[in-house]
């Protein structure tokens, strides 16, 4: 019975509860409802709820343990050295998989019957042609242990899923009546399913978490396998990046931290700036109806797709510094280069920054200001001595906020600031970042066993410990340091 | 003893400067003059970036708007069922053994011949030349005409197909005389040719609906490169987010404001959210990659893995809009249900959350936009990968097929060498940026219509 079948099945279970459990509750009552201690749809719900959720979580776990426990089962086909080691055993899987899924396949083609499937022998030709056939591509020939392993893994999976299905169902019906034995008008019905209700927002709310652990967790393990075939020193302080899929790389990260930095500041001189003084002139200059029109407008900045922009320094931004600073300069004469990435992240963080210096300015008491204006001062001085350094904190964490951002920058590096890793000081030239390389090493058709691909982990891994660094510095930095007007 | 017993007279302190309120002093000039620059630097600053966002917006409409628009040509062709059924049993299987390149010939022999009866001179240039006026994708569709209606065989049909695109972009002036004398690809005689078959109407220029409905091409036929396939991606996934991001994030959304006790755990959910808001959206993509391809073996390029990806990505930013709407429901509301004897959660499912909708509807649908525009971490999930099927419907499991997505296809357009697909790059942008005005557009008026201030 097939995984979707079951779940169908345990719908339509989980209906049979919920109209058995109302109809019960009602009849241990003859139908005075005055007499439940919940309204009648809890026990409804209750019985919908004890059928279904049991028997669908012992078949989540059975699908997750299946896999794990059939693969033990194959390893007395293997040589007991293929299976020790972690990348061989899966490649191994992998075959025995496809051969015995297409071997399903072509039984369900017509191509084979099922007796032609299970005794298949090597000996009887080629099964990788028999089953090219059918639309099932296979890597290489199979050997005998594969496909022993394969006809085994076969049969396997065929008792597990019937197994699967009994189980599912006994665990399905087993809800089921408990349900039904236990509702009468006394039974609490509400609380139980409000208590199921609260563990379902619980475990919503771990997801987060569980993201965290995630990205954590996937980045560290292939880091740690990247360590284990390339100098994890080489690549932190390395001064060279010279991938090549020969083998005799060089990984070092050294030029393409100097890259993002690079960029990032350039970003980081035409936002800051721009950023501020648009939140100053739209918090204590524009009228209301300057206001009201500009601040949306500058926040479409902020709502338009990072490609665009990308787009926007391949095509413009890049040909136009190019062609008026960088050939007649004689800087460059490359269209991709650290001022083209930087000052269109710049444009992209603008509204970042004048959002939240926005928000910040006006959260300074109105007090200050009129006690500023009263001695005298101007409006610019009032802003420059009273409000900034008021609003401090919080500017300092909206900046390293932006600059966490400018850091991270994915498709405007990609499309605007090239593909060369270099460590040197003219912003004509084309440099590169972490995240570019991250992209180029990881599109494509990949293996993941090379340093070549692994060592993009470790950079995710530096990226992610950087900006979230930043990050909390930021938190920190504003929590430390607000002020508490009351 | 004081001061004014002293007989000391004080010294005469100078006879203050004459001055009056309607002249300005040095300092004040001074002090006006900085106040009127630091306001000149907000105007400055204001339309530094307004008028990046104009010019941006100005440089993608123009170079996109022509995407839109498609030269082609339009000449009689008699189907010669000599050549493209040799047998000449009209069997399906026969005639399949006629290749597109016997179906080029026949165009090409066909406009030479179309053009001699029009009395086009084609003088200048060769047969070879005015071959390469049909775009390699009108032959392909021919094919597939024939097959699917044997009985045209021997007719003279009408066919319309597209121009290449170096002819299309002389149309749109994207190719002048200039660009062509120093292009291989194209000849001056070429274009000379081009202008007699457009007096003639045999070149047009049409609306080009096959922009939005045709798969993607390669590198040589930029003129049939459309967003079909891209437009389903983008909609599968969009279809998934919200089915998965809405539950989740409002579930996470009423816990954290309404059950939660105040702890360590909850303060560590909280912090985690913030932080997660924060992270570089590649991170996500080295996530989706690690653990949904490489552990779970969802099909790389697939929308299910881009839609749990961009879920991941657009949830905490979703937490965050969904609990400022519960907060922003009066506790009144929550005190009078509970006081007619509302459970917790019955106050918080009838009450609160209905009235909240609003808000976190608005929430929802901007993330949405942000996570329709997001491109890099499907990058690392392998939707930039060259597909030209479309994915199979919702229901036959289109959502494991190989698909791309809106701002995918712009990026891995921009990266092709051929300029015209830069316009094609420019004119999906165009499409993306409807669909997000759209979304932000429903997001304003359900504001309006629907937010209540208590």
Redesign the interface.
Known sequence: MSVFLLIIVLGVLAIAGFVLGRGRALASVEGNTRRLHSLPGYYAWHGAIMAFLPAMAVLTLWLIAQPLVIERQLSDYFPAEQFENDSQRILLMADVRRVAEGLDVAVAAGALTPQDAETITVADGSVRERLGAVGVALGAEVTPEVLDAAQSYRALASTGALARAIVTLIVALAGLAYALRITNGEFRA?NRV?AV??G??????????L??V??VM??L??TIRFSSMYPFKDFLFGLTWQPSFQGNSELGLIPLLWGTLYISLVAMIVAV??????A???AE?ASPRVRSI?KP??E??A??????????A???VGPFLRDWFAVPTGLGSSGSSVMTAGLVIG?LN??FI?SLADDIINAVPQSLRDGSYGLGA????T??QVILPAALPGIVGAIL?AA??A?????IV??GAGAAAKLDMNPFEAMTTI?VK??SQ??GDTE?NSPETLV??AL?MT??VI??GL??FA?WVVRKYREQYE | MTDATSSQVPAATPAPARSSLLTQSALMKKRNAAEARFKAYGVAAICVSLSVLAIMLWTIFSDGVSAFKQASLTFPVTLDADALDPKGNRDRAEMMRVTTIGYTKLLNAQLLAHLETRGISTEGVTDKDVAAFISRDTPARLRDMVLESPELLGQTITVSGFATGRIDGYLKGRVTRDTAALDTNISVAQLDLADRMQDEGILTTKFNWGFLTNPDASDQRPEAAGLGVALIGSAYMMALVVVMVLPLGVAASIYLEEFAPRNRWTDLIEVNISNLAAVPSIVYGILGLAIFINFAKFPQSSPLVGALVLTLMTLPTIIIATRAAIRAVPPSIRDAALGVGASKMQTVFHHVLPLAAPGILTGTILGLASALGETAPLLLIGMVAFVANYPAGPLDGGVLDPATALPVQVYSWASRSDPAFIERSAGAIIVLLAFLVTMNIIAIILRRRFERRW
């Open positions: 509400r409000e209700i609260q379902v927002l619980i475990l919503a709310s771990t997801i987060a978490i993201t965290t995630g990205i996937s980045m393990s292939e700036p721009t950023g501020l003084f648009t100053i002139y739209l200059y500009v407008l500058i479409v900045i709502g338009i797709p990072t490609v665009v922009f990308g787009l926007f391949l095509v413009t444009v603008i509204p004048s101007t409006k610019s001085e802003v420059r906020l966490s951002r850091i991270g920058e994915t498709m990609t499309m995240t991250i992209v990881l599109t993941f993009a982990f995710g990226l992610f900006t979230l990050n909390i938190l």
